[in-house]
Nanobody
Framework: QVQVVESGGGLVQAGDSLRLSCTTS????????MGWFRQAPGKERELVAA????????YSVDSVKGRFTISRNNAKRTMFLQMDSLKPEDTAVYYC???????????????????WGQGTQVTVSS
């Protein structure tokens, strides 16, 4: 199985920033389209942002648009989520997801990603 590892979560105050990182095992890194999802207590896991295998297509949901930026550095085998102006409602476990693809598109559905990290906790206090 492909291993996915994310890191960078923590406890911060509203208005602060965090940068999450994710890497995958095996293969050439740009074989993977990737995404960030989050799950708050008592809620379903939801998409935050997605990126195509070569980084040419990016997407962020409206609730984080203008605050979060998804990017990747394929040479360093790392995908990032830069989170600025954090709000208490951003508090959640954040998951990195990956899938193999031969296309240049991004993917937005939970069920489109077979490989998942263990999650990293982001807590934003008011």
């Amino acid at each position: 199985q492909v291993q996915v590892v994310e890191s960078g979560g923590g406890l911060v105050q509203a208005g602060d920033s965090l940068r999450l990182s994710c890497t995958t095992s095996g293969r050439i890194f740009d074989d993977y389209a990737m995404g960030w999802f989050r799950q708050a207590p008592g809620k379903e896991r939801e998409l935050v942002a997605a990126i195509s295998r070569n980084g040419s297509v990016t997407y962020s949901v409206d609730s984080v648009k203008g605050r979060f930026t998804i990017s990747r550095n394929n040479a360093k085998r790392t995908m990032f989520l830069q989170m600025d102006s954090l709000k208490p409602e951003d508090t959640a476990v954040y998951y990195c997801a990956a899938r193999f693809t031969a296309t240049a598109i991004a993917y937005y559905g939970r069920n489109e990603y077979p490989y998942w990290g263990q999650g990293t906790q982001v807590t934003v206090s008011s």
